[in-house]
């Protein structure tokens, strides 16, 4: 795309969000005729109308659990127009962190018309900040495994039915975006060996890559853990021109392998800048100097890898990715110059229908898109041109502003989140906020938490909250121990304060787990059929998630109970 490609792009985006209200009313009229014949519609009796009122008044709102037997007749082979109009093509996968197991979702074109929509805008806003030439991409990508349901439909994540597109190619050649890593890398069976190449592919092309990015902060984060590991194997097979034994998939071996040939002097320069680095900091902008920046999700439950994601950056700025999930696209960054910490995201008003259920009023009627207010925190209801209708994703944004008339969202966390005993209620971000506080006292040991979650225990009379963390490397109990009390004491609900003090709930117990434990509940979603760059470390993890709780409490190295409020 050339300048005046993107300019054009923020016109359309421009012209889109004037009268986002009209738009919106146009787009549930399309998507609703589009989808008519559905049975999921015909049972409700919606008799052909296509006006918001009738729309909200016949057809309830719904979750996962409503339409799953409707998405199971998909993929058992119900050829007839069961949710959508459309073909359904593939079933995608969401990460299945959030309750334990994927969900299987319904995935057709449109998806992909969106996505590529929410892509050109976000790029034309970011070119317009920090404009790149030609150039290429070092993208921490990975297809997941891809198996075929009872009625011969693929089912694999949302992202890799996303990236096997023609449209996701033809759309990263306009956005100067092209990864570094060829197919057989990114669709290759093992995702350590996946990683692997796709580091080497981005040193090898270190002076062309403009962009450093993932679909999550977490994953970025992890690429350049591993390659503290691995970086003088690296070295070695470009001085050598001959690819590390642990790379052992015969296709991605010779795909890669067509891009080496002995080049002593890159080797050379990459070991010398690595020997030099302090503690990895600056990595990025050191090794790919043309890099305009990183780019991630990097909100809600990927804040806590920021700082590290910074450590690596050094002064390159962090961009956010756009807001959207498994289910469906809902805003792009168009103000790509804010902190991942107070990015916003506006909402297209073509992609999809959007409601927001009132969280300070939960039994309220959902408004529209053009209704909510500056500052109010809302659930999002989607409905969108792949048979989703009235669907709560279980987000919970605040609304920062208008960009025209539509609004701008900043994620806040997700509402089933919540470590409750008693009368207390403590969101995701509150157990972030109370990590982040006892982080501080190992920041001064030099000391970092590599990940974290959470899981209420409530085996014996008086129950407790249980947070899990991971460290860098080992720490002395008295800092531990303060640790301990500071996340205690870090959750102000008022519901926990009062039920700590009057002795209705426990005191909150850390327990540290082995270095790579959270590698191994990663390797375990993976094995389920998960992608390593739609990983997502659950927050919350209960008994029944059988296999992660295994895996905990099988790696506890230690435990502390906080004497915060018996002090």
Known sequence: MRASGHASVIDEFEALTEDAGRLQRETLREILEQNGEAEYLRNFGLGGRTDPDSFKSRIPLVTHSDLEPYIQRIADGDTSPVLTGKPVTSISLSSGTTQGKPKLLP????????????????????????PIGSGKALQFIYGSKQAKT???????????????????????????????????????????????????????????????????????????????????????????????????????????SKLLSPNPGLADSIHSKCSRLSDWCGVIPELWPNAKYVYGIMTGSMEPYLNKLRHYAGGLPLMSADYGSSEGWIGANVNPSLPPEQATFAVLPNIGYYEFIPLERPEARPVGLTQVEVGKQYEVVVTNFS???????????????????????????????????????NTEKDLQLAVEAAGRLLAEERLEVVDFTSHVDASTEIGH????????????????????????????????VGSRKAGAIGALELRVVRRGTFQQISDHYIRLGGAMSQFKTPRYVAASNAEVWQILCGNVTACYFSTAYSL
């Not at 597109?165 to 060996?193: A, L, N, W, Y």
Request: glycine share 6%; with cysteine.
């Open 107 to 130: 995935f057709n074109d449109a998806l992909i018309h969106s996505t590529m929509q929410i892509y050109r805008t976000s790029f034309a806003f970011r070119n317009r900040e920090y």
């Open 150 to 256: 009872k009625g011969g439909l693929t089912a694999t994540t949302a992202t890799t039915n996303v990236y096997r597109s023609e449209q996701f190619k033809h759309t990263m050649e306009d956005i100067r975006s092209q990864c570094c890593s060829p197919d057989e890398v990114i669709f290759g069976p093992d995702c350590r060996q996946s990683l692997y190449c796709h580091l080497l592919c981005g040193l090898i092309c270190s002076d062309e890559v403009q962009i450093v990015s993932s679909t999550f902060a977490h994953s970025l984060v992890h690429a350049f853990r591993t390659f503290e590991q691995v970086w003088e194997e690296l070295c070695r097979d470009i001085r050598e021109g001959v690819l590390s034994s642990r790379v052992t998939v015969p296709a991605m071996r010779a795909a890669v």
């Open 465 to 496: 909250y249980v947070v899990f963390w991971e460290l860098c490397s080992e720490a002395a109990e008295g800092v531990l121990r303060g640790c301990c009390n500071r996340m205690d004491l870090s959750f102000v609900d008022a519901g926990y």
């Open 387 to 425: 048979g989703l209708y009235r669907y709560r994703l279980g987000d919970i944004v605040r609304i920062a502003g208008f960009r025209n008339s539509t609004p701008e969202l900043q994620f806040v966390c997700r509402s089933g989140l919540t470590l409750s005993i008693n009368i207390d209620k």
